[in-house]
């Protein structure tokens, strides 16, 4: 049984808090932040140990899940990179690249992760990614971790920023809102526009995700020729969405490049 030390006691903590808990992790977990509230809650909420002092957490640590702003981790690395012990960490912070992370790190060996906040509820994706010094072992430990709240996937890091902008759950939360507010607009009430915008979304994703068809099948079931579901895409379509997508992706990108420079 390990002990899994997260710095960083915000959101996607608890979020990976959460979906380890609802597995039954028999992992030991310990949190530190620099906010006596976060980790308060934390322990409230998720049963886990508290350390306020950074370099005691640290100490205490089989995996080192380092789980801050982008803006932060500077300052943060220039701490934990005191420590001499070989340790492994994983960074969760997106945009920055392992060659940053590895700069002054001591003996410390890295790693970095992307999960999303839907590991809350064990239908989480992360996608990971290891420097070539890693070894199988430290690896397989990062990949077991992760697996603990859903699927992981293993990519390259110079395919990291764009996995980061395709995957992230606020699409859906994006498409659920902007759907179920027009379909209130065209008279239904607020459940009801949910529970239909969510059917449309979720459900005919998890169709094809769960199923074997195709996704140009699907759509070919889902939208027929001159059909209403047809002429409500097409209008779509015609209006930019495409371009929206597009543009939404680009500026994502943009801000991970930017982290790697902060």
Not at 6 to 21: D, E, H, N, Q, Y
């Amino acid at each position: 049984m390990s002990k899994i030390v997260f710095i960083g006691g915000g959101r996607i903590t608890s979020a990976m808090l959460a979906g380890l808990r609802l597995a039954k992790s028999r992992h030991r977990f310990v949190v530190h932040d620099r906010t006596m509230a976060k980790m308060r809650y934390l322990r409230k909420h998720y049963l886990v140990a508290i350390e306020p002092d950074l370099g005691r957490a640290i100490k205490q640590a089989d995996l080192l899940i380092v789980a801050v702003r982008p803006g932060s981790i500077r300052e943060l690395l220039g701490a934990i990179g005191k420590s001499q012990r070989k340790l492994l960490a994983v960074s969760v912070a997106a945009g920055v690249p392992l060659r940053v992370l590895t700069q002054g790190a001591g003996a410390m060996q890295w790693a970095r992760a992307m999960p999303s906040p839907v590991c809350r509820n064990g239908r989480g994706l992360t996608a990971v990614t290891f420097p070539r010094t890693l070894s199988q072992k430290d690896r397989n430990r990062v990949r077991e971790f992760f697996a603990g709240f859903g699927p992981v996937l293993e990519i390259p890091e110079r395919k990291f920023d764009a996995f980061t902008v395709t995957y992230s759950c606020s699409h859906g939360y994006h498409a659920l809102a902007t759907l179920a507010n027009e379909a209130q607009e065209n008279g239904l009430d607020r459940r009801t526009a949910l529970l239909a915008s969510a059917h449309a979304l979720a459900d005919g994703v998890i169709a094809w995700r769960e199923g074997k068809l195709p996704l140009e099948s699907l759509l070919e079931e889902a939208a027929t020729p001159g059909g209403i579901a047809a002429a409500t895409t097409a209008a779509m379509d015609a209006s930019g969405y495409g371009r929206a997508v597009r543009q939404g992706l680009s500026a994502g990108l943009r801000r991970a490049r930017a982290n790697a420079r902060k």
